[in-house]
C-alpha cells in the first residue's frame, strides 16, 4: 500500500495562475481532507470530502476549490494564485467509523511569487 | 469557531530531560488527537484519546485527556534526539468534518 499520495511535491506559481494539487489514497477510505500549513500556524482545514461526489467547507475555503469525482482522488484547485497561498499543503483520509486517525500526504510546497 | 490552544510554542530540553506539552480547546471534545511531524515531514499519528480522564502510555510517552474533556497533555520521560519535531494537538468533534489543531510544540534537544 502506497497510503496517501500528493502530487506535486514542490511548485512555483506566478500570481493569477491556476493550478490543481491532486491527492490519491489506496486505503479506500471514505473521508478525505485538505489542509493548509503556514509557519507558527499549524494545521487549518480547507475543504473536506465525506465521500465520492460530495465536498464541504472547512476553516479556510476562500480562493480554493475540490472535487471528489473518484472515491481514491481528492482534487484541489487554485483559480487564481496569490502570494497568501504560498503554503504547504497536506492531504489526509480516514475511515468513517471508529478510529479517528488521519492518515497524511507527504505534502506539497507551493511557492506564489 | 472552536480554538484549541497548544503551549509553550518551542521547548528547548537537555537530551534526558522530561517534556511536556499543553493543550487546552475552547469547547467540550469528542476526542483528541496527537500528532508528530519531524522537520520536513508531514504529521504522523501517535495516539487518540476519547474518554474523560483518560491516560495512555506509549513507551516514554504519557497522554492525558481532562476530565472535562477540554484540556490535555502529553509528557516525554528522558528524552533522546530521536523525540525530536513539532508535535501537535488535534481537537475532534466526531463527526467527519476535520480536526482543529493547535499551532504545535516544537521540541528541540540539546545532547
Known amino acids: 500500500n502506497a497510503g496517501v499520495t500528493q502530487t506535486p511535491k514542490f511548485r512555483v506559481l506566478k500570481t493569477g495562475q491556476s493550478m490543481t494539487l491532486l491527492c490519491a489514497q489506496d486505503m479506500?477510505?471514505?473521508?478525505?481532507?485538505?489542509?493548509?500549513?503556514?509557519?507558527?500556524?499549524?494545521?487549518?482545514?480547507?475543504?473536506?470530502?465525506?465521500?465520492?461526489?460530495?465536498?464541504?467547507?472547512?476553516?479556510?475555503?476562500?480562493g480554493y476549490n475540490v472535487s471528489r469525482l473518484k472515491k481514491q482522488n481528492f482534487l484541489l484547485g487554485l483559480e487564481s494564485a496569490a502570494p497568501s497561498q504560498t503554503s504547504v499543503y497536506f492531504c489526509a483520509s480516514r475511515i468513517t467509523h471508529g478510529n479517528y486517525e488521519q492518515y497524511f500526504g507527504p505534502g506539497t510546497r507551493l511557492t506564489v511569487t | 469557531g472552536q480554538q484549541v490552544m497548544q503551549i509553550?510554542?518551542?521547548?528547548?530540553?537537555?537530551?534526558?530531560?522530561?517534556?511536556?506539552?499543553?493543550?487546552?480547546?475552547?469547547?467540550?471534545?469528542?476526542?483528541?488527537?496527537?500528532?508528530?511531524?519531524?522537520?520536513?515531514?508531514?504529521?504522523?499519528?501517535?495516539?487518540?484519546?476519547?474518554?474523560?480522564?483518560?491516560?495512555k502510555k506509549q513507551k516514554r510517552l504519557t497522554f492525558q485527556f481532562g476530565e472535562a474533556k477540554k484540556n490535555s497533555s502529553l509528557h516525554i520521560t528522558a528524552t533522546q534526539t530521536t523525540d525530536v519535531g513539532t508535535y501537535f494537538c488535534a481537537g475532534g468533534r466526531g463527526g467527519a468534518d476535520g480536526l482543529t489543531f493547535g499551532k504545535g510544540t516544537h521540541l528541540i534537544i540539546q545532547p
Open chain 1, 28 to 62: 479506500n477510505h471514505e473521508y478525505m481532507y485538505w489542509y493548509r500549513q503556514d509557519p507558527g500556524m499549524g494545521l487549518r482545514l480547507i475543504h473536506y470530502s465525506v465521500g465520492e461526489g460530495t465536498t464541504a467547507k472547512g476553516e479556510v475555503p476562500d
Open chain 2, 8 to 55: 509553550p510554542q518551542y521547548q528547548h530540553v537537555q537530551e534526558g530531560e522530561d517534556f511536556t506539552t499543553y493543550c487546552n480547546s475552547s469547547t467540550t471534545l469528542s476526542n483528541i488527537q496527537w500528532y508528530k511531524q519531524r522537520p520536513g515531514g508531514h504529521p504522523v499519528f501517535l495516539i487518540q484519546l476519547v474518554k474523560s480522564g483518560e491516560v
